[in-house]
C-alpha cells in the first residue's frame, strides 16, 4: 500500500514562510492530491488540492495569494509553500490523495492519509 510522507514543518515567526513536502513511497495512480489541517480542538479543514493531471488548484479562501500547491511528477511529490504565515495558521498539516476527478474539499472524500507536520506560527 502506498504511503505519503509529510516533512517541511516546524516553528516560525509571524510573516515567516515554510515549505512542505509529501513524498510518495511508490508511483501510483491518483487524480487529486490535497493538503488539510487539523488545529487542536477544531476539525480538519480543506487547505489546498491540485489536479495531477493538469495541475488545476483550488485553495481554502483564508490561504488564497499566501499559499501555493505545487506538483513534482518524477518525484512523485507535492508540495504546499507557505508565506506571510499568521498564527492562526499553525496545526498539523496533513496530505492525502484522492480517486476522484474533481478536488474535494470535505476530507472524507480522501483515501490515503500521511501522519502530517507541525507547522507552529508565534507572533
Known amino acids: 500500500q502506498v504511503q505519503l510522507v509529510e516533512s517541511g514543518g516546524g516553528l516560525v515567526q509571524a510573516g515567516g514562510s515554510l515549505r512542505l513536502s509529501c513524498a510518495a513511497s511508490?508511483?501510483?495512480?491518483?487524480?487529486?492530491m490535497g493538503w488539510f489541517r487539523q488545529a487542536p480542538g477544531k476539525e480538519r479543514e480543506f487547505v489546498a488540492g491540485i489536479r495531477w493531471s493538469d495541475g488545476d488548484t483550488d485553495y481554502a479562501d483564508s490561504v488564497k495569494g499566501r499559499f501555493t500547491i505545487s506538483r513534482d511528477s518524477a518525484k512523485n511529490t507535492v508540495y504546499l509553500q507557505m508565506n506571510s504565515l499568521k498564527p492562526e495558521d499553525t496545526a498539523l498539516y496533513y496530505c492525502?490523495?484522492?480517486?476522484?476527478?474533481?478536488?474535494?474539499?470535505?476530507?472524507?472524500?480522501?483515501?490515503?492519509w500521511g501522519q502530517g507536520t507541525q507547522v507552529t506560527v508565534s507572533s
Open positions: 492525502a490523495a484522492d480517486n476522484s476527478f474533481f478536488i474535494e474539499t470535505t476530507s472524507r472524500e480522501y483515501v490515503t
Open positions: 511508490r508511483t501510483f495512480v491518483t487524480f487529486v
